[in-house]
Every structure is written in C-alpha cells, then in structure tokens.
C-alpha cells in the first residue's frame, strides 16, 4: 500500500526528544492574531494514524465551526518533531498515546490528559509461525518487534501474563513493515505488527498465527488527546470547545460509517478500502464513554495497566500521580 509505513506510524516516543531543539519543525506557517482570535483558536498536534480520524470529522462537517473554535490540525510523521513542538509550547494540544502521555509527564512536559480517543482491539497483534500456539511457546524464540512502541507494549503485556518477560525472547529490532516481512520469510518465528500490516499479510496468503491482540487487554494501546498546561491557562474556553467538538464526530461516525471512514482516509493520506480491517480494529470512545470511563475504569484500571506495562518493558521508569495526570473537567462539560 502506497506510503504505509508514514500512513501508519505508531507513535513511537524517541527518547531525548523532548531535550532536543525546541524549534517547531514540521508545523506550518502562522499567522500572527488578536489575543481574543487566539483564545478561540488552538493548534492541534496530530499524526496519521487513523485512530485520530474524528478530528477530520469534526473539520469537514463544521463542528468545530459550530462550536465556535479554529483548530488548526498539524500533522506530524514524527514523534521528535511533535514532542519539540509540545516542549516549545508551539502546539496547545496533541494526539498521543496513553504510554506516550506518561512518558511526556515523566521527562517533565507540563502537559495533562483530557480526552480519550481510541483504542486499538484487533488492529495490535502478535503474528508467528503456524507451529507456535501460545504466547508460552514464544520463550526463547526470536521475535521482530518495534522497541519502545506500542507494539513492545503489547508484546511485554502478553509475555507477564505467562510469567515471562522480554529477557525471555530474543528481540530483533524493526519497524511493523518489515517485522511482518520477516516473518511471513520465515527470518523469525514472531512479530508484533499492526494494521494494515496484518491484513498485507493475510492477503499474500502466507501461512501463520494470530496469536495475540490488543481486544485481550482493551485500552492497553489507547489513545488520548493532552493538553498543555500553556493552552489550560490561556486559552480553556478553545479547549472546551475543540473537546465538545470530538463527540458529534464520534457519532457521525457510528451512524455514517462509510462516508466518515472515506473522510478519515482522505486525512491520513490513504484509501478507504484499503483501511477495512483496520477500522474493524479499532474503537472510539465518544462524550458519553468518556464521561463514564475517563475518571472512573481509564484512570482506576486500563492507565495503570499501561503504566505497569510501560514499566515492565522500560519504557517508563516510575509511577506516576494518575490523579494529576488525568483532567475529566472538559468531558464532562460535554453536552449529552
């Protein structure tokens, strides 16, 4: 598939970034404003991941103009240029993982989370050789994998449920396309890859296991929308509205499916037919799920099993205060 590997980065958190030039690289071009067209104004970090998707929604069917608000959406191919931007304070919210949130909070960026987007079910998985059954028999195997992605995140999470661990594979760093690759050429015995990759696969017609998907531990790759401790301050009134915004996009897609997946592809960059099964693999959360869960099963259970996840596999080094990470005031201004 044309440009998979942009269309499908996965948020990987470099380590150093946010230490690096704070300079904003890959934003466009800005204009200079009024402060009270900057306080309706926000500008939103994103990535072509379709997990993402509602927010192209919300432009192409006005809702972020019914609101009131102008957000500019600036996609990102990386995260070192995101998490400079983030640390600049050139960007006032972003799209990011929930592991990636914690480590933007352990590396000291003042960012806090405020929305939850997405979660991956069938759309993260681990893929073997047709002789491998269980996540047991991947002890002593060679597995490719993306380090400090979300796919070692789902791979760590799977290999402690069996009393295992990372130390007990042997890992072959790579990126999802090429893991996939080296399994379905046999190099290895296991990758942990992603959509559209799993579907590449099925459709070359090789031979191999599903072993294990994220729909096991639902929201352990989640989603969620941060915002800076900058924007909180200058501009809440932008935020609530971009936040009021997301819910309207969540159940346009629930009830016009095939237009709002053609309106998500056109935003990442891809085709829709192409993204099926991706789209089957992933759930949104909308005003309501995120009024229920975000103070209450994402904070108390689905973050720290991220977190313990995050840890296990040293992506993290520490716990952190969830309570001050998480702030449900927004969601919870939504309009049922």
């Not at 404003?33 to 990535?47: N, P, R």
């Not at 346009?252 to 990442?268: H, W």
């Amino acid at each position: 598939m044309a440009n998979a590997t942009n269309t499908f980065s996965r948020r990987i958190f470099l380590t150093g970034a946010v230490a690096a030039s704070l300079a904003l690289t890959g934003c466009g071009g800005s204009t200079e404003a009024s402060d009270s067209e900057a306080a309706d104004s926000l500008t939103m970090a994103t990535q072509p991941w379709l997990g993402y998707g509602p927010w192209f929604i919300a432009e192409e069917q006005g809702y972020f103009e019914t609101e009131g608000v102008d957000v500019a959406l600036t996609m990102f191919d990386n995260d070192a240029d995101m998490s400079a931007a983030i640390a600049s304070g050139r960007v006032d919210v972003a799209n990011v993982a929930s592991h990636t949130a914690l480590q933007y909070v352990e590396q000291g960026l003042p960012v806090t989370v405020v929305l939850l987007l997405d979660a991956s079910r069938e759309a993260d998985a681990i893929i073997t050789s047709s002789d491998i059954k269980s996540v047991a028999d991947l002890e002593g195997q060679q597995i490719a994998f993306e380090e400090g992605s979300v796919s070692n995140l789902l791979l760590n999470h799977a290999l402690t449920q069996e009393g295992l661990d990372i130390s007990d594979i042997t890992p072959v760093p790579m990126g999802p396309s090429e893991a996939a690759t080296a399994l379905l050429s046999k190099k290895v015995k296991a990758a942990v890859t992603y959509e559209p990759y799993i579907s590449e696969a099925k459709a070359s017609g090789s031979d191999f296991n599903i072993l294990y998907t994220a729909a096991e531990k639902e929201g352990l790759i989640s989603d969620v929308l941060i915002v800076t401790d900058k924007a909180l301050e200058e501009k809440p009134d932008a935020v609530q509205k971009a936040i009021s915004a997301w819910a309207p996009s969540v159940e346009f897609y629930n009830t016009n499916t095939s237009e709002a997946q053609e309106i998500i592809a056109a935003g990442i960059g891809s085709e829709a037919s192409d993204l099926v099964t991706a789209f089957e693999g992933v759930r949104f959360f909308g005003g309501e799920e995120n009024q229920e869960m975000l103070s209450g099963s994402y904070k108390t259970e689905i973050l720290p099993s991220v977190e313990e996840a995050a840890i296990d596999a040293s992506i993290i080094s520490e716990t952190a205060d969830l309570d001050s990470v998480i702030d449900d005031t927004f969601v919870s201004n939504i309009s049922k």
